[in-house]
């Protein structure tokens, strides 16, 4: 795989080392059990796969480029690069400037950004409709598009469903950049809705066969659905595809039950007809951070620690998944770590930072803390995290 030139800031010769040599001992990567890392007082059980992922790592050697390439440029960014704010505070120290927050909210007016202006689209992609903005505005797009691979392989498999005249349900949050762009392009190849869980996804499979009224429809996922959509009609044929940071089991749950709902409604010998079995569009870093946090999740600990944005996807659900087995704190960065007695923490439930105890409850002799971060979170972060930790572990 390609190696990229990211800055130095953001990278860890320790947690590069541990890296290193679980790559050179498992090259096929069909080893997901955790590395052991021991210090004094206290241990850590570190996933097997963890941080920046390939459509991470892209997008930043992109924009460190383009900074340094284009110093006297006004340079804009759509919306944060990434989810990770220790990443995104450095690009705005730097002097990019974000044109929108992660919910498309503007922040700079378009009439202010000129031809002469770079416009960055991040790793999430963005919309057909901003693209038509940016080409009105004889912006180049080609050359400082970031958006990661494993997206546009959604867009790709999308416009192949609505090709077939299959309607296209996509798992994801609809407020998320990466949703926000896959319902803009799959709609302009198909109908297209969005649902956000498997209960979402029961719910729509009522339409099937008219179990609720259009009128429900409408009301329950507005804004969800493209122009024109008769749930009545254009639920006769679907396939499956995701926001590539969602749960992987959510998505396989929800393609089975269309596939079941379908098998009961129109028969087996009819099924390919109405359900185009597309497998799952997780990216390979979702799918391998996700499987190594189920492999934590076999280990014993005192409790866990994860680390990265807060508003990012794919880190919230390694948070869902080890909270089920373990006391779990989400923090962004090492900051969030004062002292023995206290860590500022955020509830993926209450959408807050809390604020709690943190070791000085724990009486063993030797502490055992699961950790892992998210594919936007950089190495030197987790680092630091685990420095501090081991410091205030050990102090008098």
């Known amino acids: 795989m390609k190696k990229f030139d990211i800055p130095e800031k953001y990278k860890s010769s320790i947690i590069g080392e541990i890296k290193e040599k679980r790559k050179e001992s498992d090259r096929m990567k069909k080893d997901f059990s955790p590395s052991l890392l021991e210090f004094e007082g206290v241990d850590f059980v570190l996933a097997r796969h963890f941080g920046f992922c390939f459509g991470v790592e892209n997008a ?3 924009v460190y480029r383009i900074l340094d390439e284009y110093p006297d440029n006004n340079i804009y960014l759509l919306s944060q690069m990434i989810h990770n704010p220790t990443v995104n505070e450095d690009l705005l120290d730097r002097g990019i400037q974000f044109i929108m927050d992660t919910k498309g909210n503007q922040h700079i007016p378009w009439e202010d950004i000129t031809s002469e202006d770079i416009v960055i689209i991040p790793a999430f992609g963005t919309t057909l409709e901003i693209e038509k903005i940016l080409r009105e505005k004889n912006i180049s797009i080609e050359n400082y598009d970031t958006t990661c ?3 546009e392989k959604v867009w790709n498999r999308s416009e192949k469903l609505g090709e077939k005249d299959y309607t296209i349900i996509i798992h994801g949050k609809a407020a998320h950049e990466e949703t926000r762009a896959t ?3 799959s709609s302009e190849n198909g109908k297209s809705i969005i649902v956000k869980d498997i209960k979402e996804a029961k719910l729509l499979a009522q339409f099937i066969d008219k179990q609720l009224p259009k009128e429900y429809f409408y009301s329950f996922f507005e804004g969800k659905y493209s122009d024109g959509f008769d749930p009545y009609i254009d639920l006769d044929r679907v396939g499956v595809v995701n926001q590539t940071t969602m749960l992987a089991t959510e998505t396989h749950e929800i393609s089975q039950y269309f596939k079941d709902k379908m ?3 129109y028969g087996e010998k009819d099924l390919k007809n ?13 799918n391998d951070n996700q499987k190594a946090t189920l492999e934590l999740m076999k280990e014993e600990g005192d409790f866990a620690v994860v680390v990265g944005g807060y508003n990012s996807s794919n880190t919230m659900h390694l948070v869902e998944l080890l909270e089920q087995k373990f006391g779990t704190f989400f923090v962004q960065n090492v900051s969030r770590i004062e002292s023995k007695s206290c860590i ?3 509830d993926i439930h209450k959408k807050e930072e809390l604020t709690s105890d943190f070791i000085s ?6 502490l055992r803390i699961i950790i892992t971060c998210g594919a936007s979170c950089p190495d030197s972060v987790l680092n630091q995290v685990i420095e501090k930790i081991v410091k205030i572990v050990n102090e008098a």
């Open 361 to 366: 409850k724990f009486d063993t002799k030797k």
């Open 60 to 62: 930043v050697e992109k």
């Open 274 to 286: 109405h359900f185009a079995d597309t497998r799952d569009t997780l990216c390979y870093a979702t």
């Open 149 to 151: 691979p494993f997206v």
């Open 183 to 185: 319902f803009s392009h």
């Open 344 to 346: 500022n923490h955020f």
């Open 263 to 265: 098998s009961e409604i």
